[in-house]
């Protein structure tokens, strides 16, 4: 077997050894679902008084979004995310949730991504806004970015874990939204009633924390084994006194 | 060139920029109130524009105050040129020919504040550029009201210059005195010699007396300067409702401020706006701001009995210091209101603006006194007290 020979042979053999870890890595990505509550009764929301060009873009008035409790008390905008246990990945090369301003809100009003990857903040109004990220984290780095035509989008990312970087319209004060950074892709945001499910976890053991900006956080361990489906609760508190 | 002491278009000029920069001021604290001190993100450009021909059409939201602020402080600047020239033209003293230079480097300066709070925002200095900015707003409104002060004809009238008499207590050592106008007397010591204007108020002040009410009003005075800081540091790290509930401080005469109690006060907020979590540094400085509120109204009533008892019935002293009582009253209202209406912008702005003024009628006060306390010291005190005024010419 001459030099050449065994050097194609070893890469063949590499590939097909990393295809079948990666196959193995696949098959056994395990999943955690659950649901969050929220316990206790939060002061209501209040109304936002909208300026005049914002106020045609609402049909009916809107309130602040600090609480968002569905279905059986299930709580939205929840950030739940590994909190220990899983290892630093890279940034993947696909963008993140598109973060948009429609009609003078910021939707999502919570988001996640991975430090390091790339998201879209967007105008989708026919007025000027300006996206202001407030990162306390260094080196994650403020930026102040005026968007004054609809459609335009700018591209941000932060470098290093952060829950939450906080977003701002300066041009229009009531305009918020937070996003949960993390140095790893196992992370979920609350659907309206509660639900979250991280997906394609490799075996092991995790701390898991449930992260909500008002009512603070809630943590669980969860082993899993390759494939398994484990579900985990947690139940925030408002806190009392 | 003819310079003079009283010139009744200058002291004019000036009055209208102390109304101006007040204005300032005020949209100064919407801005601040708001919470829109970013809406415009560069200095000294407007998105990039010349911000003198940035279109109306894009003065939308948070941008409409801030752009609104900045134009309104290019006019006070270009009004300031104005006054310093024409202070160093007209003038004679030459002292207050200065003070207009002073008030020229202090609108630079100011200006040049506010661009920084824009430009080091993203360093995370905005905070500290948007206090000092705030201070030194109320430094240079101060500076302003002097100004109109030094210029106005009262000041002017109770120049004493010439003979030096004896230290006028009574009526007695003013003799060919005339009455001029409530509270202030002329004597004239003849035809073509300097005129002697002693101040009736003066003739009823002690020269212990005059430096009694005096210091009262310096303390006070200074004590407002402490108060607006406290102020301005709350507003720019929007804490003015760190502390939502009134009388009471989250149920306690003072709150708690460890982990736990923070965390509890952050999920009971419901701000619309401005929304970042609460700290216990916050907290401290808005307590610390109601409570110096309190020691202040006190402090100024007590300014206003001393005031009282020591000068006559009707003299400036005494109305200006019962003026200040009703000015405080008014200021622990609306500072109450804010806290109760959650920081309406109306109420918030009133009362930014009415501190500013309280704070320039302190200053006043001690100004007036000042004036006494030169008129009614004895002799080698008071000509070295004089001195500023040496350069008396009447208009």
Not at chain 1, 116 to 125: A, E, M
Not at chain 1, 169 to 188: E, I, L
Not at chain 1, 197 to 213: C, D, N, V
Not at chain 2, 164 to 191: I, M, W
């Amino acid at each position: 077997m001459d030099a050449r020979f065994a050097n194609l042979f070893m890469k063949k053999t590499l590939t097909v050894l990393s295809l079948a870890a990666l196959a193995a890595s696949v098959a056994s990505a395990a999943e955690i679902s659950g649901k969050v509550t929220l316990a206790g009764t939060p002061l209501p929301e209040k109304a936002i008084t909208l300026d005049a060009s914002c106020g045609k873009l609402q049909a009916k008035p809107i309130t602040t979004r600090h609480y968002v409790v569905g279905a059986d008390k299930g709580l939205a905008d929840v950030f739940v995310y590994v909190k220990a246990g899983a290892k630093p990945a890279p940034a993947p090369a696909t963008k993140g949730p598109l973060l948009d301003q429609v009609g003078c809100e910021y939707t999502p009003y919570v988001i996640g991504v991975q430090a390091g990857q790339k998201f879209d903040v967007q105008n989708s109004d026919a007025l000027m806004h300006n996206v202001h990220s407030l990162p306390k984290n260094p080196p994650n780095k403020e930026r102040n970015v005026a968007q004054p035509v609809k459609g335009m989008k700018t591209e941000f990312w932060f470098d290093k874990q952060e829950v939450f970087v906080q977003f701002k319209c300066d041009v229009h004060p009531w305009m918020f939204a937070y996003v949960g950074v993390v140095d790893h892709p196992h992370f979920a945001i609350t659907d309206k009633d509660g639900n979250f499910k991280i997906s394609g976890l490799p075996a092991g053991e995790y701390t898991i924390e449930a992260m909500h900006r008002k009512a603070g956080a809630a943590t669980e361990k969860v082993t899993v084994g390759a494939d398994d489906k484990k579900t985990a609760s947690f139940t925030l508190k408002v806190p009392t006194p | 060139m003819t310079r003079s002491t009283h010139n009744v278009w200058l002291h004019r000029f000036v009055c209208l920029l102390a109304v101006t920069t007040l204005a300032l001021v005020a949209l100064g604290g919407v801005v601040t109130t708001k919470g829109v001190g970013m809406a415009v993100p560069d200095w000294p450009t407007t998105y990039g524009e010349n911000m003198f021909l940035f279109p109306p059409s894009k003065w939308i939201g948070g941008v409409f105050y801030e752009h609104t602020h900045r134009l309104l402080a290019s006019w006070v600047g270009l009004l300031t040129i104005v006054l310093t020239i024409w202070l160093w033209v007209k003038e004679s003293r030459r002292w207050l020919r200065w003070l207009g230079v002073i008030a020229l480097v202090g609108v630079v300066l100011q200006g040049v504040l506010g661009g920084m709070r824009v430009v080091f925002d993203s360093h995370g200095l905005g905070t500290e550029f948007g206090i000092f900015h705030a201070a030194l707003a109320q430094l240079y409104f101060l500076l302003i009201c002097s100004i109109a002060f030094f210029t106005s004809r009262w000041w002017v009238r109770q120049l004493v210059v010439g003979q030096a008499p004896s230290p006028v207590s009574s009526p007695a050592s003013a003799p060919a005195c005339r009455t001029a106008g409530e509270g202030a007397c002329e004597t004239l010591t003849g035809e073509g010699a300097s005129p002697t204007w002693v101040s009736g108020e003066a003739r009823e002040l002690t020269s212990a007396n005059a430096l009694s009410v005096r210091r009262w009003f310096v303390v006070t005075s200074l004590l407002i300067l402490v108060q607006l800081i406290f102020g301005a540091t709350m507003r720019h790290q929007h804490a003015g409702l760190a502390v939502p509930d009134f009388p009471l401080a989250y149920g306690k005469v003072w709150p708690a401020t460890d982990a736990a109690s923070v965390q509890f006060y952050n999920a009971h907020r419901m701000e619309a706006a401005g929304e970042q979590p609460i700290t216990a540094p916050h907290i401290v400085v808005h307590m610390l701001h109601r409570f110096t509120g309190v020691v202040l109204l006190f402090a100024i009533i007590g300014c206003a009995v001393v005031a009282w008892k020591r000068t006559t019935a009707g003299s400036l002293l005494r109305k200006t210091a019962g003026l200040w009582v009703a000015m405080a009253l008014v200021q622990v209202t609306l500072g109450i209101l804010s806290i109760l209406f959650q920081r309406k912008v109306d109420v918030t702005t009133a009362h930014v603006a009415l501190g500013a003024l309280t704070f320039a009628t302190g200053w006043m006060l001690v100004l007036i006194a000042s004036r006494f306390v030169a008129q009614t010291a004895p002799v080698t005190a008071r000509d070295e007290a004089l001195s500023p005024t040496s350069e008396f010419k009447p208009a």
